[in-house]
């Protein structure tokens, strides 16, 4: 059996806050165990690893510009 891992800890490995966590458990983004109705909530680590892959997002790549500087209307303002 897999070690079962409290919401406490679970918060603290996932660096989010208890809210948060609760959040997610709420809205069906992690899966969680609970033994009886309002009891303690448990995870397991394969939970956690499901739950930060669908909050993993790959990274887009970005167009490269000509210049580093912002033209506005092109016309330069002065201050």
Request: charged letters at 25%.
């Amino acid at each position: 059996m897999e070690k079962l891992i409290t919401r406490k800890e679970a918060a603290k490995l996932l660096g989010i806050s208890l809210a948060t966590l609760d959040e997610a458990r709420n809205s069906g983004l992690i899966s969680y165990i609970q033994y009886v109705p309002n009891g303690c909530v448990y995870f397991t680590s394969a939970y956690l690893q499901e739950y930060v892959a669908k909050c993993t997002y790959r990274a887009k790549p970005v167009e490269k510009k000509a210049t580093y500087r912002n033209v506005r209307n092109g016309k330069a303002q002065h201050l």
